[in-house]
């Protein structure tokens, strides 16, 4: 779909390219934005999906960016790698980011699943994705395989095959992005789904220290990681207290 898109010549003008004469600014049903709003109510990390509702969002405030545009400056660098290893570093990152959002997608049903009571059949669910909705793409064969081979499937990113692919194609996706940043491009999509799975995929993360500020200034306590039980630091002066 989208290589059509580029390939379309606009059919008023039968010389520029389609995208050069559409308006950038992306309307939207609320799909997106419900989806997001779900995660966010059941604290499922869905950052790919909600930043492509941000990008829309941003895209859509058209009179503020061509009046940004006259006062921010970007790098204004231009690319000087081989166009043949960018566009397949591209079709990298994209795959890898699309996984990430189906995971993302998938791991909401399963939370829903959990808090509502339901029973879902995720291999089912891709199928009728498969048949009857506007995403029909074949990439959902490969999900409902993966539920197919383990029902109780924690993530799609779990899925041994789905690794292994990520695993090969994920330097080409950081590649991807630090080109992007360099030339000052915004990739929300790809950036969110590259913080996904780099969480993802850490045994630790810096949210200690976010437990430590919440704990700092609102006493809000906090775990540890050598003792049970939720505790709270007396700060203040050279010295600290902790109280269980």
């Given at each position: 779909?989208?290589?059509?898109i ?17 308006l ?12 997001s ?14 930043e492509?509702?941000?990008a829309?969002c941003?895209s ?19 690319y ?37 009571g ?21 990439f959902?064969?490969?999900i ?42 915004p ?16 045994e ?8 430590g ?18 505790f ?13």
């Open positions: 779909m989208v290589a059509d580029l390939k379309q010549k606009d059919p008023v003008t039968k010389k520029k390219a389609f995208v050069d004469v559409v950038d600014t992306a309307g939207q049903k609320g799909t997106g934005k419900w989806t709003t779900n995660a966010l109510d059941m604290g499922v990390p869905a950052p790919t999906i909600a492509a509702v941000f829309r941003i859509a405030i058209k009179d503020e960016r061509v009046s940004a545009s006259k006062i921010l400056k970007g790098p204004g660098k231009k000087r790698g081989a166009k043949k290893a960018l566009i397949q570093a591209i079709h990298d990152a994209l795959y890898c980011s699309k996984i990430c959002s189906y995971a993302q997608g998938f791991q909401l049903m399963r939370t829903a699943q959990q808090e509502y339901w029973k879902l059949n995720f291999g089912e669910i891709a199928q009728i994705f498969r048949g009857g909705c506007i995403i029909r793409a074949a959902l064969d490969r409902r395989a993966a539920y197919d081979t383990r029902a109780d499937l924690p993530s799609l990113l779990s899925d041994e095959t789905f690794a292994q692919e990520i695993a090969a194609a994920q330097d080409d996706w950081r590649e991807v992005l630090v080109a992007a940043t360099r030339q000052g491009v990739t929300p999509g790809f950036g969110a789904a590259l913080a996904y799975y780099d969480a993802l995929r850490a630790r993360l810096p949210a200690a220290l976010t437990q500020q919440r704990d700092f200034f609102g006493a809000h306590t906090y775990r540890r990681t050598d003792r049970e039980g939720s709270h630091t007396l700060w203040g002066g050279d010295r600290s207290e902790v109280a269980g």
